[in-house]
């Protein structure tokens, strides 16, 4: 038999030993350090994180005042991203990761660039001091399971669909997902603050990161804090039944009268039900489970885990992986041409041109401001013949606003678009655009649509965002609006030449710059408070020359005809 | 082996080089070199190569062989009815991809440095001359660091209530408006922006705005607010000591040559 000295030395051993006693610990140090008041994570955190979340960490730095969502309270213990279950605390790694990667759709940016990985570590044992639970954590926090993963199908999409309307998402996040629930305008968060919820078809503004398993543990933990629940207990439709049993409830309820053996059936689900609710009260309260009680509980999980699989996959399928490239650079809105009448407003001719997308940002220049935005974008498809040119715009709003009385100021506030041409296209490109703010020096010719009058665009002159005037005769614009589950869809017609000189006149081959003003009125949107985008392009596409079939064969022609002559004449000199 | 003839050495050079200019430099070595380079630089190589055959009469006429093989010989029948045919379809498919092009939109060519006036001003009043007007704070630095670090911190205080929302938290220029914004906000972490600027153009920059951008030198497009409307004189000193405190830049002092 070989000895275990007799390969290596006794010291070496006791290396070994000591070795493989501290792997452990290290491998709990790295999954939850203890709260730890570090002078580099104070440094840190005073240097790059109070401005917003205070020096206290109570969410309430010098900027916080003028951002939505607001910055953590991290006295709370609440985090919305996190990889455990409902009620627990976030991991280290949770923490860290959102400092890395940063809050899409919200001010939290990634630091990726900006803190070391130590710096980042050591923010995240400071962060921790802030809130007691931390510290009187005994046990690493349940973690959510991955492990039944339901792959991406559509029959998964098509059972995540149904639970979408059966779980109640709807209510919230609307029909098909724009976050234009009927409950959407109340909802506010733990500190009172109003919140918006997720618009489904935006996945490049989900702050926790749009793939499955995140939108996933969304579901299982729920976004702390927030009124978005984690599925378990009372919150999730039929906890403790499994699906069949789930199903057969709901038919059950459905019908009109029940036969008293039926009736004893529902009240045997609704006990199951209550026993199950009640196990997960418990666990929130931290009371110890019996192995039965237990069982009970797993079981039911496992039926929440598979549904929000299939939830997790329907809302993945609604929106694009990421936020569609904006129409800047040679991605120009190139207007499509047709030699017949254009297209009417719900015409299929439409889908078959790509959207261009132009995103939206807060008008931030000019008093009163808009820090705190809801629309994200605004996409436009456009068509032309000989004479006129047709836009379709469409844009999300999880609220349809016509009018609305504000209740502080008193302003009638309404939803609105105003797409911004210059009134003169700047010639070559160093001529000076209008200012992309409504104009200055030179000024902007304008459409203003308001959801009040849908079917109605107005033409303006503006020199500035607060000198604008409706033009004294109107050209012939035909305009088509409609708002369907959180969506506006607004469809524009116009001559491409005009009478009146303060009108844009168009022209096929020629760039005109283009800009986006927008307005919520759910959002306080009034005047300057919109949001606004600087100056894009958009072309009349010009038809593809003709001469394109007929220079090319003349061009192949020719050089056959100067290989056979080059040939000719080496074959006469050889002879 | 066959030795390769003259004529086939030069069209590997020839090609060789183009991969050479048009892959790996552009791809591997550094940016991709301008179209209009790199014909010229092919040009070049043509001439070496006319050069380089030309030179004996011998060697032109062992350049010219395959050519001539190629046109006549009997035996090169298949090899010259390839190229018969190869040649006039390149010839139809780029003639056809130059007509057919897309028109793209003209560049946004930008003066990245406007020039300044020659006086600085706070609303309408008249600070002093651009090349004499110092941060007035900036002599704490020296003579009193507690009061320096209290104009820091309040300009660190102004710089996150107004401006990160565009210029970032880490003053890179990536705040959240940041993305969307054409031109992009500046980035105060890139070298060439605070070293190469006095105080006093930074102030004047500030207080201005993208509406205070000079006639010369448009499109400026600039989505700058015009600060002097929101914030105070010395916010606006303090923000400058901000900026150059968190970065570790210091702002051109004068009599630096350019």
């Not at chain 1, 409902?86 to 890395?100: K, N």
């Not at chain 1, 490239?325 to 041109?353: C, M």
């Not at chain 1, 808009?370 to 006129?388: A, C, G, L």
């Not at chain 2, 069209?11 to 552009?26: A, H, K, S, T």
Request: a negative charge; aromatic letters at 10%.
């Amino acid at each position: 038999m070989i000895r275990i000295q007799q390969i290596l030395p006794n010291t070496k051993i006791t290396h070994l030993i000591l070795f493989l006693a501290i792997i452990p610990v290290l491998q709990f140090a790295d999954a939850q350090n203890v709260p730890q008041a570090s002078e580099e994570g104070k440094r840190v955190y005073e240097k790059s994180c109070a401005h917003c979340h205070g020096t206290e960490g109570r969410g309430d730095g010098s900027a916080a005042e003028n951002l939505l969502p607001k910055p953590r309270d991290f006295t709370r213990g609440l985090y919305k991203i996190r990889s455990t279950e409902a009620g627990e605390l976030p991991t280290d790694q949770d923490l860290l990761d959102i400092i890395t990667k940063g809050m899409p759709g919200s001010s939290m940016p990634g630091w990726e660039t900006a803190l070391s990985a130590n710096e980042r570590r050591e923010v995240v044992a400071y962060i921790k001091t802030f809130h007691d639970g931390f510290k009187e954590q005994e046990s690493p926090p349940r973690q959510i399971s991955l492990a039944g993963k339901i792959a991406y199908s559509e029959e998964s999409v098509e059972i995540g669909k149904g639970l979408y309307t059966e779980l109640g998402c709807i209510e919230c996040h609307g029909n098909i997902g724009r976050g234009d629930g009927t409950s959407a305008p109340t909802l506010t968060d733990e500190w009172g603050f109003q919140t918006w919820p997720a618009n489904l078809a935006q996945s490049w503004n989900f702050r926790g990161g749009s793939d499955t398993e995140d939108i996933f543990k969304r579901f299982i933990g729920g976004l702390a804090g927030s009124p978005m629940p984690a599925f378990e207990g009372d919150s999730f439709l039929n906890f403790g039944l499994t699906s069949a049993e789930s199903k057969r409830l709901t038919e059950l309820e459905n019908r009109d009268e029940m036969t008293a053996a039926e009736e004893e059936e529902s009240g045997q689900y609704y006990e199951k039900m209550d026993a199950a609710v009640n196990i997960a009260l418990n666990i929130a309260e931290g009371t110890e489970l019996s192995a039965e009680e237990q069982q009970t509980y797993t079981e039911a999980m496992k039926v929440v885990y598979e549904k929000s699989w299939h939830l997790a996959n329907y809302v993945k399928s609604l929106a694009p992986e990421k936020r569609p490239e904006p129409a800047i650079g040679n991605n120009v809105l190139r207007s499509q041409y047709v030699t017949d009448a254009l297209p009417a407003k719900t015409d299929a001719a439409w889908d078959t041109l790509e959207s261009s997308h132009f995103p939206l940002v807060a008008q931030v220049i000019i008093e009163p401001r808009q820090f705190n935005p809801t629309i994200d974008s605004v996409n436009v498809k456009s068509f032309y013949n000989d004479t006129e040119v047709a836009f379709l715009f469409t844009w999300d709003d999880r609220t349809h606003t016509t009018a609305e009385e504000d209740e502080e100021t008193g302003n009638i506030l309404e939803d609105a678009l105003a797409i911004q041409f210059p009134v003169k296209i700047p010639q070559g490109p160093t001529a000076p655009k209008p200012y992309f703010l409504w104009g200055g020096r030179l000024p902007v010719y304008l459409w203003q649509w308001k959801a009040s009058a849908p079917d109605q665009v107005t033409e303006l002159t503006a020199k500035g965002i607060n000198n604008a005037e409706a033009q004294a005769v109107q050209s012939d614009i035909q305009a088509e609006g409609s708002y369907t589950n959180g969506q506006y869809t607004l469809w524009v017609k116009r001559a491409l030449k005009t009478d009146d000189k303060k009108d844009l006149q168009l022209e096929p081959g020629v760039f005109v710059p283009i800009a986006f003003s927008a307005w919520d009125g759910a959002n306080g949107d009034i005047n300057t408070k919109r949001v606004i985008s600087s100056w894009y392009a958009f072309v009349l596409e010009p038809v593809p020359s003709s001469k394109r079939f007929i220079y090319p064969p003349l061009v192949a022609l020719l050089s056959v005809g100067l290989l056979l002559g080059l040939r000719g004449f080496v074959q006469r000199r050889n002879s | 082996m066959k030795r390769l003839s003259l004529f086939t050495k030069c069209l590997i050079i020839f090609i060789g080089c183009w991969v050479f200019l048009r892959f790996i430099v552009g791809n591997v070595i550094s940016v991709p070199i301008p179209g209009s380079v790199i014909a010229m630089y092919m040009g070049l190589i043509i001439v070496a190569i006319l050069v380089h055959i030309s030179v004996e009469d011998t060697r032109f006429r062992e350049f010219l062989r395959p050519i001539h093989e190629t046109l006549v010989d009997n035996n090169r029948r298949v090899r010259r009815r390839v190229i018969a045919v190869l040649i006039p379809l390149f010839l139809l498919g780029y003639t056809y991809s130059i007509i057919a092009q897309r028109t793209n939109p003209p560049g946004n060519p930008r003066d990245a440095h406007p020039s300044p006036p020659l006086e600085i001003t706070y609303k309408d009043e008249v600070i002093g001359a651009t090349q004499e007007v110092e941060n007035p704070f900036r002599h704490y630095e020296k003579d009193d660091p507690e009061a320096f670090r209290a104009h820091v911190e309040n300009g660190k205080r102004v710089y996150y209530d107004n401006c990160f929302y565009c210029h970032g938290d880490d003053l890179d220029g990536q705040g959240h408006f940041a993305p969307h914004i054409q031109p992009l906000p500046a980035n105060f972490q890139d070298p060439g922006i605070i070293p190469n600027f006095q105080e006093s153009f930074l102030f004047w920059r500030i207080s201005k705005g993208g509406p205070g951008l000079p006639a010369a030198g448009t499109p400026w497009d600039s989505a700058m607010p015009i600060w002097e409307n929101y914030l105070t004189k010395d916010e606006i000193w303090d923000v400058i000591l901000f900026l150059s405190d968190y970065t570790g830049y210091q702002p051109r002092t004068f009599g630096e040559g350019h």
